[in-house]
Nanobody, 122 residues
Framework: EVQLVESGGGLVQAGGSLRLSCAASGFTFDDYAIAWFRQAPGKEREGVSC????????SYVDFVKGRFTISSDNAKNTVYLQMNSLKPEDTAVYYC???????????????WGQGTQVTVSS
């Protein structure tokens, strides 16, 4: 059974940090890219960052560059999203998703986690 399980969300003040984790199982981790998406209330789901488990290449959406860092521990089948300098507009449910390659299109992703809430207070 394929599973993606996010953790690490919570409530933080603006300027603070959180580290999200995405633990994967049930598929060959090294063959997949893992992405983080987020969805705020009333807004569409948007891509945040992606990492290729095979070669470690990464990508970020412009509004998180310099603040968020994605990384992967292939031995643990886990991807992390380190989020620094958080802003109230970062408040959203964060999801991780798996696909054979990084894509900005959420519909291309085969597997999804249940999401973890991140709330940034001003």
């Amino acid at each position: 059974e394929v599973q993606l399980v996010e953790s690490g969300g919570g409530l933080v003040q603006a300027g603070g940090s959180l580290r999200l984790s995405c633990a994967a199982s049930g598929f060959t981790f090294d063959d997949y890219a893992i992405a983080w998406f987020r969805q705020a209330p009333g807004k569409e789901r948007e891509g945040v960052s992606c990492i290729s488990s095979s070669d470690g290449s990464t990508s970020y959406v412009d509004f998180v560059k310099g603040r968020f860092t994605i990384s992967s521990d292939n031995a643990k089948n886990t991807v992390y999203l380190q989020m620094n300098s958080l802003k109230p507009e970062d408040t959203a449910v964060y999801y991780c998703a798996a696909n054979l390659g990084c894509s900005t299109w959420s519909h291309e992703y085969d597997y999804w986690g249940q999401g973890t809430q991140v709330t940034v207070s001003s």
